[in-house]
């Protein structure tokens, strides 16, 4: 039981009662990508900070084109990949324990598949998440159109993150219980692209620049501003929205969750504009966009952005309700583990405390079987003192007004969304922050 409870701790808390064989992986070497998973020590702030690491810290796709990635890991420890957002092909989602046995050390695994919607995605371990993200295995993953939309735009991206570090490097406490029954792992070092401290980014002479931000952190919630000027909300989560508008407040995003911000260079300030991370005691710039020497002038191009693919229901065929129970300050006194109801007390003890619809992760069985192509209604009941970030793997629903992989839901909120359940397989559903994902707020759908 022991060791079972281990292995399931490392790889994110879900049910091993079914371990897919690897999928065959080497009908031929022709890769268009290798991502070799490694040690890397970063210097940080005058220290040396150990962390993972991926060769490639950020890929570009084509969409719907096949794609082929070699992931060849040089840790010394398992580790997979998961393909943030990406509506692909189930045994290529890369959960551990759930889709694929994980990558063992010194080995190489092909992860093949095309992505259908263009736009904002990333990709992390899905091993042991909860460390391995923490400690940097994350990278930016942008589909683009297979032809450019403008003729004239930069596109820039940053992962921003909170690392909890202490005099040592990261704190490698990943699973204080104090943490993941509260809010999760908070971190004490921000850093934009890997970097801490305020980052300049240089503007080239184009018409447009495209800012794709991604929030990597492992728990925290963020919320951004600009100043020096508005950009417009062009996409999130992948999706280019229906309705644009002019940023005039704080962007707040859970962890997992990308925003696409459209700047027209000729409106920049002679000064730049900055990125701004947003504090108790204020706003503290993390970037900072620099102009460049030459500006074109503007030709008021329209921007053009990719349309989505994916349709709203109008009718539902099936309604799934997933309350939200447990943490510290909650109220629940009990949960299902492995078929038998505990007491919260003695979940705690076996490192749990959170739970959908009364189950403490670990299902053999998924939480609900959906049919193919199925209308879905998913409500989110917040029962928890925490806000929590539910993300759906393998789809996007229609939440909001509009499409998210991830979405954040308040303490005490209550959210519904809908989508078709197109895609086959076995597909997680998790709180994204990892501290409450291992400690018992992961289940999973099947669909078909
Ligand atoms: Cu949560």
Not at 322 to 341: F, N, S, Y
Not at 420 to 431: I, M, Q, R, T, V
């Amino acid at each position: 039981m022991n060791n079972r409870r281990q292995f399931l701790k490392r790889s994110m808390g879900v049910s091993v009662f079914v371990v897919m064989p690897l999928s065959s992986c080497s009908k031929s070497e022709n890769t268009d990508f290798e991502i070799k998973v490694e040690y890397k020590t970063e210097s940080w702030l005058d220290s040396k900070v150990d962390t993972f690491s991926y060769s490639m810290p950020e890929i570009e796709l084509i969409q719907n084109k096949k794609t082929r990635i070699k992931v060849t890991n040089n840790l010394n420890e398992p580790t997979t990949i998961h393909w943030h957002g990406i509506r692909l092909e189930n045994k290529m989602d890369g959960v551990s324990g759930l889709i694929q046995a994980p990558i063992e050390p010194g080995e190489s695994f092909i992860y093949e598949f095309s992505a259908p919607d263009a736009g904002t995605f990333w990709f992390h371990s899905h091993h042991d998440s909860i460390k391995q993200v923490a400690m940097g295995l994350y990278g930016a993953l942008i589909v683009k159109p297979e032809k450019s939309l403008n003729n004239s735009e930069q596109d820039l991206t940053l992962l921003i993150d909170d690392w909890l570090l202490n005099e040592n490097g990261i704190d490698p406490n990943f699973t204080a219980m104090h943490s993941l029954s509260h809010g999760g792992i908070m971190g004490n070092v921000l850093t934009v692209n890997k970097q801490p401290g305020l980052q300049a980014f240089q503007i080239e002479d184009k018409q447009y620049l495209r800012l794709r931000l991604i929030n990597v952190a492992n728990s925290r919630i963020q919320s951004w501003s600009f100043s020096g000027l508005n950009p417009i909300v062009i996409a999130k989560d992948g999706q280019p929205l229906k309705d644009q508008y002019t940023l005039n407040k704080s962007l707040v995003l859970g962890p997992a969750e990308r925003y696409d911000l459209l700047v027209k260079v000729k409106e920049i300030p002679e000064d730049g504009f900055k990125l701004n991370y947003d504090t108790a005691n204020g706003a503290l710039p993390i970037a900072e966009f620099i102009l460049p020497k030459v500006k074109t002038d503007f030709k008021n191009e329209a921007y053009n952005i990719e349309k989505s693919v994916l349709v709203v229901p109008k009718k539902i065929d099936k309604t799934v309700v997933v309350e939200l129970d447990g943490g510290a300050m909650g109220r629940m006194q009990t949960g299902i583990l492995d078929g038998e109801k505990l007491s919260i007390n003695q979940l705690v003890q076996k490192n749990m405390i959170w739970a959908l619809n009364g189950q403490v992760a670990l299902l053999a069985t998924p939480m609900d079987k959906l049919e193919l192509n199925a209308a879905v209604n998913i409500t989110f009941k917040n029962n928890t003192s925490f806000a929590h970030n539910m993300h759906l793997h393998g789809h996007h629903f229609f939440i909001d007004g509009i499409w998210q992989d991830s979405v954040l839901i308040g303490r005490g909120e209550s959210k519904s969304g809908v989508f078709y359940a197109d895609n086959p397989g076995k597909w997680l559903l998790h709180c994204h922050m990892l501290g409450h994902a291992v400690t018992g707020m992961t289940t999973w759908f099947e669909i078909g």
